[in-house]
């Protein structure tokens, strides 16, 4: 297969180091058989998240040293509200230290008791805070999301039809904005088309109903439409980028995943009575509108995080690489959901560990198994993540897909990195029989995924 070399040589290095098998076990063993618990220096290849683990560039370091750090008024902020709107558009640009807190700014102010927000799907964050200020989320995604088999070049996109009917049904009034997440993590990285967004829009207009866009990866979402959509192949991505965002609202960003940053976020919007509300609560909670919990420094990193996050070659190593490590996998025969999307390969736990019932969570004993066999730490999107109880009825309920979700940094593992990781999937495919379900034995109530523990059935 054709892969890119990097378009990037290393200046830096950290090392990192490779345990036992022992040392494993009893790490494991320690941290209730969740990697969220074991610590980072006894990971070798570290799949946990996409999320804030990217390698800077040398100008984004260079413009740490430029950091302001006045509390009113940083020649940080005045950049990056500049570098962020050269890209989304929108008129109010609010920093935030992280895309949560976006959200939780968003939803706190305009949810009330029994709204919806329809998503694609939402990502665990964004639904954890609609339901935690009393309102229903709702994912609408397009039915080949669900079918880990079907090549769709835009899985992601969000089904008019469903749409429709959930408007008739609740009422407009009830729906308070309508999201998009671009690419859809919790479908595998999977792209939005264009061609959908344009039609949602028209939709929503209808309806009267603002669009937002959960903008996290939307350079790879971009890259894919160059890629895949007629009619783009001749436009730039900040082109593509300028028209997607000219179809809403506003958005929510974490800028740890296209922000090409360690830490930040915004809320971008053109309505200035909903800005002005999120910039009280967001001085009550983030600090002051030109920081908004963020150094004047971390502010000049994301401004150029954003810009270099548009470049081609840049963005074709990205896909390439994730994509050659699908590719070694499937050519191994392991199970992963196809086709592969733009920050991860995810695993087919159902079909990898075909013995273990979804009650016991497979996606979690393969992740555990991972680590012990490898010292690779990925993380389960599945029954752990999504598994809850039917709040009517309680029963158990189960997530469509069961997923195990190798996020890849940006900028950070070399080919050679993927070579490994693909050689210690294999391996443990061939011994897929030899691996036990898991059973809890804590749970928060939000988010449990993070804190659970568990032991061996
Ligand atoms: N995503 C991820 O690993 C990091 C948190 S879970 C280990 O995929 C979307 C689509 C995300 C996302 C975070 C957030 C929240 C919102 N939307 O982590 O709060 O993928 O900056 O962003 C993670 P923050």
Known sequence: MFFPSEPFRIKVVEPIRRTTREEREKLIKEAGL????????????????DSGTSAMSDNQWAGLMLGDESYAGSKNYYHFE???RDIFGFT?????????????????????????????????????NVEYNKGLALDLVIDEAYDPHIFHPFKGNMDLHKLEQTIQQHGVHRIPLVFITITNNSGGGQPVSLQNIRETRQLLDRHGIPLF??????????????????????????EIAREIFSYGDGCTMSAKKDGLVNIGGFIGMNNDELADKITTRLILIEGFPT??????RDLEAIA?????????DYLHFRISQVRHLGQMLEDEGVP?????????IYLNAKEFLPHISQRQFPGQALTVALYREAGIRAVEIGGLMFGHKDPHTGEDVWPELEMV?????????????????????????????????????YQAPVLRHFTARLEEV
């Open 34 to 49: 969740n990697v969220f618990n074991v610590p980072a220096e006894a990971i070798y290849v570290d799949l946990l998240t």
């Open 82 to 84: 500049e570098s962020v």
């Open 92 to 128: 109010h640009i609010i920093p935030t230290h992280q895309g949560r807190v976006a959200e939780n700014l968003l939803f706190s102010t305009i949810l009330e008791k029994g709204m919806i927000v329809p998503n694609n799907i939402h990502f665990d964050t964004t639904r954890a």
């Open 213 to 238: 866009f959960d903008a996290c990866r939307f350079a790879e979402n971009c890259y894919f439409i160059k890629e895949r959509e007629e009619g783009y192949r001749d436009k730039s991505i900040k």
């Open 291 to 296: 920081y908004g919990g963020l150094a004047g």
């Open 304 to 312: 150029r995080g954003l810009q270099e996050v548009l470049n081609e």
């Open 336 to 344: 992963i959901l196809k086709p592969v999307g733009g920050h991860a």
């Open 405 to 441: 979700r190798l996020a890849i940094p940006r900028r950070v593992y070399t080919t050679q990195h993927m070579v490994y990781v693909a050689e210690s999937i294999a391996k443990l495919y061939k011994e897929r029989e030899k691996i036990r379900g898991l059973r809890l034995v």
